[in-house]
């Protein structure tokens, strides 16, 4: 017997229970089984048309595919398993190198901004992997058929791939990309890991600036393109992470914790880990977290203060730590998580604890200064979308330390009305700030000496006016980055203004007296400070809303993801 | 009127209200006024004998001063409370540098080992800075009087001190100072912050090993001395840190934080803040910490494991996190906490996951190689505590990669009994460390291949055999350091495996849904594992409690100091 060729349906085979030819009538089948031969009649039928066109689609493929030049070099690979654990060798290449690869063929990694067919013998990609964008081209030729454009050209948004390309120049920058002078002619292209559609975000809506105001409701841009709100990004953080501008945020992010480490290791600084379950609410108690913790409560730390100070009792001498702050403080702000990261230092001081501020403004100069050199890249493109001013930095590289009382003539000067002992609200902060780049042109500096009455109970008091401290402040852009004082290193007058402080703490509490007993054996003077990661960030970058620089920010309406 | 001389006392005055002299016997004053002019003819003589002492006591001073030649040098510094911020540019020297200040005379702030007065002419103190400790002389003199020699001798022990001296050759290595060459002769001592007496705790106790066991006991050494137990240290904890074994110990285990950064930095990591409140209890739900957030119940996060993941799914392509890690395990053991400090790290994969496993043996061998050369001062003070052996490395440089099948084997040929995919119990690990030392002489190496039932549900199954998995142990001293592995980076795999875990994890659950949804849109291949801090410092030193390495440790008896 021959197959049937695909254009011919093969004969339907006779039902093996079909009546028998002829035959008298009332001998013959029933109603019903004369029926249900017709079905089974149909059934047979069906089955082997669908057999045949199985057959037929088999062989278009087989006839296609032994037309297919291309078919060794395009499709999907299987999950990665790690069946083998020798390496292929194959390089995969960075594309920050392109420029030096020009006429080459390499490989590499790289994701689908988007694939368009543009005919049926040409597609275009525009391939991403890391900051690096790059317009790739499949063209049809005799090495390369059309199913594999048509294939390239299909690929979902985001899905990772593995690709083969050559590397050329073009003529014409290209827009799109971010290697503006090469692109890729494409001679492989495998889809890795394939991305679902359509995507809960569009990658592209994330590199847009958020909406003004708290950033929640959905806009739409002059160009007719929508903005999408902070919380729609958060909950989809993982797609939103993705976008350029925030990669760009957490490298500087990263940046900036490593250059903090970097300053103060090579001045000797010791990297400590103090706990963050504590045994009692020591700092007065207010905005703390309670946890259950086995068969008691326990809190979580609101600042490494007394352990870092505890640290210094312990002749530690200079110590940072770079770990999580936690605030039960139910402030809806652009500024407020109720979980960041804490950038802490405290030091001994030798004669006065203008040393440590000394330290916090040669920090924060170097941090600068190297975000302006190893960070700019990112800078300029976060920068860009948010239209933000350079940061400026005083000309003559000496920070201002502004008494707070200077402050708040100068605030009485520009028609703010506040006494000499208030402490300054937002608004005045950020008042203040615009007066302090205008006198100094610099967008960081430092208040100090800050009335006593609105300091925690362990600050230092001026030995000068007992309504001041030996504590300061310091600013970017008008905005609080850091807290910092001398701190009493005296048990006794440490429990005595613990008593009078308001609120008052008892000095002999759990958890507050081994704070204070740290203090009878000899602790050498000291200060330091506390920076928030996350508002250095912020205030570098002039971005609206300090959520964006938390990779999953928790504040008092969120926790998850 | 002449001063009485100080051996004369001063005669009484003539009480005002005494009875006047004769008169009649029924005219004189009644008992009781009698009684009450006696009494106050007393009180007055007291009062004048008492401002007589007074009187001699600074007149003895006056004249001793007066001849003290030395009253400038020495006495007690006023609170330190920066009155002045123009420093005075005097230098306080590192006494790490005394071999290049010979003969020099030096200002140096220290603390007080101990103080003993030879002589009325001579005391000796030993004084120590930093991991520094250094005889110090004080000889009376024409220029060097007795009442500072005896203020010098008498100093408490742990106060604050700004000593000014020479540096001095001695002939004979001086045994009870880590300066053995030089001594200083001191020429100005000030006190700068005196410590209470007695101390809770000596520190020279805290220097010598804690007891064997479970370290709780007192105990008494062979010289005699005790052995002070390790609860007793932790309750006195700022105390205690200051013996230079504990302060080796967190120089240690600050600088693995700074050589792990450094060596992830260079290959392009980038350093992450994952959220530690969790609105889910997401990986399995048991040993979490419960809290209260604002209105609902939050969790404290295990590990990073599920955010790591997620912002690879974000294209982070190497991430590295250091931060803490809550356990509510109820165990108590010499080697559990229940916070602690994780080093983690999670990256793409190109082929497959061995590709992890070599950074993770380059960046250990890399940590290991630095700190025999950066930290070797502190790490010989402590293994010299506790008679520590050597770490061991492989000799060829390369680590053994062990089947967990083939670990199997070599403990049941040692006499073992053990299933095929049975979990490894704690002292058959440090068995087959001890196989593992004997057969490839390093105390360092891997385990691969685990079974699949006994990890985590997002593990990717081994393509080779299904009871397995493409996971690893990490393993110093026979004892595990980093648990890591290939995760599954498909959805729907990730999912199916996450209903047939033992217990079963609901993947749409709250928290657990992001992380799994995370998956579907193109999450390139990846791998990862996490390090105990404290554990690598633990076993690189060879230490008998993970208690010794944090500096407030955490355990389900304590939170307190």
Tied chains: 1, 2.
Excluded at 119 to 132: D, E, H, T, V, Y
Aim: glycine fraction near 6%; aromatic fraction near 8%; charge should be negative.
């Amino acid at each position: 017997m021959t197959e049937p060729t695909p254009s011919q349906p093969a004969p339907a085979e006779k039902p093996a229970a079909a009546a028998p030819a002829g035959g008298e009538e009332n001998k013959g089948p029933s109603k019903s089984a004369l029926k249900k031969a017709q079905k089974e009649k149909e059934k047979a039928e069906k089955k082997a048309a669908a057999k045949a066109r199985e057959l037929a689609e088999r062989q278009k493929k087989e006839a296609a595919d032994a037309l297919d030049v291309s078919k060794e070099d395009y499709g999907e690979l299987p999950l990665c398993g790690s069946a083998e654990f020798k390496p292929t060798g194959l390089k995969r290449e960075d594309l920050s190198n392109v420029e030096s690869l020009e006429d080459k063929e390499i490989v590499f990694r790289c994701w689908v901004e988007n694939a368009r067919v543009q005919s049926a013998k040409l597609a275009f990609l525009n391939l991403r992997q890391g900051l690096n964008t790059v317009q790739a081209v499949v063209a049809a030729s005799d090495k390369l058929s059309k199913q594999m454009v048509k294939f390239c050209g299909s690929v979902t948004t985001e899905s990772t791939l593995v690709v083969t390309g050559l590397v050329k120049r073009v003529q014409e920058p290209i827009k799109s990309a971010t290697i503006k002078n090469f692109e890729i002619h494409i001679t492989k292209l495998f889809v890795e890991v394939k991305a679902q559609s359509p995507l809960p975000l569009q990658v592209d809506d994330a590199e847009r600036p958020i909406p003004s105001g708290l950033g929640d409701e959905e806009e739409q841009a002059d160009d007719g393109k929508p903005i999408v709100g902070l919380n729609t990004r958060l909950n989809n953080r993982t797609i939103d992470l993705r976008a350029k501008i925030n990669h760009s945020i957490f490298v500087i992010k990263s940046g900036v914790c490593a250059l903090f480490q970097e300053f103060l290791g090579q001045k000797g600084f010791t990297l400590i880990h103090t706990p963050k379950i504590l045994g009692a609410a020591s700092e007065g108690g207010a905005n703390v977290f309670e946890l259950k913790y086995f068969d008691r409560p326990a809190y979580l730390a609101q600042s490494p203060q007394f352990y870092k100070q505890m640290l210094i009792a312990s002749r530690f001498q200079k110590v940072m730590e770079i770990g999580p702050v936690f605030r039960a403080e139910n402030s809806n702000t652009a500024r407020h998580l109720t979980e960041f990261t804490g950038l802490d230092l405290e030091m001994e001081i030798q004669e006065n604890y203008h040393e440590v501020m000394t330290v916090l403004e040669d920090l924060m100069l170097f941090i600068f200064k190297e975000l302006n050199t190893r960070f700019k890249k990112e800078t300029d493109l976060v920068r860009s979308v948010y239209h933000v001013d350079e940061f400026k930095l005083p000309e003559s590289g000496k920070v201002p330390r502004i008494p707070f009382q200077e402050g708040i003539k100068m605030l009485r000067e520009a028609g703010e009305e506040l006494g000499d002992y208030d402490d300054l609200t937002t608004p005045q902060e950020k008042h203040l700030g615009r007066l302090v780049l205008e006198k100094y042109g610099t967008d960081f500096y430092v208040l100090d000496q800050f009335p006593l009455a609105i300091r925690p109970a362990y600050t230092m008091p001026s030995p000068h006016d007992s309504k001041l401290s030996n504590s300061y402040d310091m600013f970017m852009r008008g905005q609080e980055i850091l807290s910092g004082a001398q701190r009493i290193h005296n048990a006794d007058l440490l429990a005595d203004m613990m008593r009078k402080h308001d609120p008052p703490i008892d000095p002999n509490s759990a958890g507050t007296k081994d704070y204070v007993e740290s203090f009878r054996y000899g602790c050498p003077p000291h200060g330091g400070g506390g920076f928030g990661l996350e508002r250095i960030v912020q205030f570098w970058l002039g971005l609206p809303n300090i959520r964006m620089t938390s990779l999953f920010p928790r504040d008092p309406q969120r926790v998850i993801p």
